[in-house]
């Protein structure tokens, strides 16, 4: 567990459905920051909106938290979206903080903010959007092999919520699974049955992630990547 259980709220953003730049791919991405007390649902934010429901947003990926920490690793390696990088949003987060990254936070994680109770559900899986986002064909995977993915939460309890108000971590039901852990199952150690059956046995894990590591271990084989990081022709 992190030394100290509270982390202040740099931003808290919301986008609405619209085209990318340079593209016809609709997308909520473009997210700006919300003043004052914003409403936070069951599925996210009031005024917050996701173009492709079948794999953004739901009640296990509610809000998306991306730490600012991130931030000044990818203005270095992308110098040409140094503009973009200058504040929170770039990523589409809802939620952005500095201090806490993937090796701080555990699936299954209980935070309050403000009236709202928070549960860490599942790490993002990057998709091509951010290919065009970013103006970088590669951006998907670069942000897969790093591990600078952010994460989800469901929502336990719904209520107001303000950069006002910061993240309190009330409880850790395990802390065996920190984000990085996770992150070396999926995506480098892909068929470790062992590692597999443990992650999908975890109550607090999101639902689509279970059935990704049921089908791995029923097929003995990895799901292709190629198609969500936009590297098919």
């Excluded at 952005?96 to 299954?108: A, N, P, Q, Y």
Aim: aromatic share 10%; proline share 5%; hydrophobic share 35%.
């Amino acid at each position: 567990m992190p030394q100290e259980k509270t982390l202040d709220v740099l931003a808290v953003l919301c986008g609405r459905i619209a085209p990318l730049a340079g593209s016809d791919v609709m997308s909520a991405m473009h997210k700006t920051p919300v003043e004052g007390k914003v409403y936070l649902d069951w599925e996210g934010l009031q005024g917050d909106e996701q173009a492709n429901r079948e794999h953004h947003g739901g009640r296990d990926k509610a809000l998306h938290h991306y730490p600012f920490d991130h931030y000044a690793a990818w203005k270095e390696e992308l110098p040409q979206a140094s503009a973009l990088l200058d504040a929170p949003g770039a990523f589409g987060e809802n939620l952005s903080t500095m201090g806490w990254c993937e090796k701080d936070i555990c699936l299954g994680d209980i935070f309050r903010w403000g009236e709202a109770f928070l549960q860490v559900s599942q790490a993002r899986q990057p998709c091509l959007r951010l290919n065009l986002r970013f103006g970088e064909k590669k951006m998907a995977r670069m942000l897969q092999n790093t591990g600078r993915t952010g994460w989800y939460y469901r929502v336990l309890t719904p209520g107001w919520v303000s950069t006002q108000e910061p993240l309190v971590l009330e409880k850790r039901p395990s802390s065996a699974w920190p984000l990085d852990r996770v992150h070396h199952i999926l995506y480098e150690d892909t068929q470790n049955a062992e590692a597999l059956m443990s992650l999908r046995a975890l109550p607090w894990l999101s639902e689509s992630w279970r059935r990704l590591a049921n089908k791995r271990l029923q097929t003995n084989t990895v799901e292709d990547w190629s198609g969500r990081l936009g590297e098919k022709s």
